[in-house]
């Protein structure tokens, strides 16, 4: 392996994740509540679109003219495709649990003010613990307000 592919493969070259929505703007409202913000607005020669970054990384919004309901990626157990974003929030919070109260409210207080853009949270999978190789996470599921399955874990322990 040379120089230039040991560096390609620690850098990160993922770009984005493309999410397709119902409703761009309640997608924007719902994913700024999860701490992304916009970063460029644009269209896709036929509808709205635009990047949002944050929780490190970046996701693509696309706004879909007479849109379908997203299969249920989350409680169909033969789905095959696309199956769930997962995000990192180690250094974010000391535990997840806490965190969900924190953004179900934030959601509820949202919902009040504007509930056209906002709803109740849905929470897939409540917080629990997985061991994945030497690491035991703790894992939660939500879904957005397409249905799309989102994972929050947090590193609790790395094993021996």
Not at 80 to 86: F, R, T
Not at 101 to 118: G, R, T, Y
Request: aromatic share 10%; hydrophobic share 40%.
């Amino acid at each position: 392996m040379t120089n230039d592919q040991r560096q390609m493969t620690n850098d990160k070259i993922m770009h984005h994740a493309s999410i397709r929505t119902a409703n761009i703007h309640r997608a924007i409202a719902f994913y700024e509540q999860l701490g992304f913000t916009v970063c460029e607005r644009f269209t896709t020669g036929y509808t709205l679109a635009c990047w949002m970054e944050g929780l490190g990384g970046r996701i693509e919004l696309i706004q879909i003219p007479e849109p379908k309901p997203a299969p249920d990626a989350f409680a169909d157990e033969h789905y095959v495709g696309y199956y769930h974003l997962s995000f990192d929030l180690t250094e974010i919070t000391p535990d997840l649990p806490s965190w969900l109260n924190n953004l179900q409210e934030q959601l509820k207080i949202a919902a009040q003010s504007q509930p056209e853009q906002f709803q109740p949270l849905k929470i897939l999978l409540e917080p629990t613990q997985q061991q994945i190789g030497d690491r035991i996470y703790e894992v939660a599921f939500i879904a957005d307000y397409d249905g799309l399955p989102l994972e929050f874990i947090r590193i609790l322990v790395k094993l021996n």
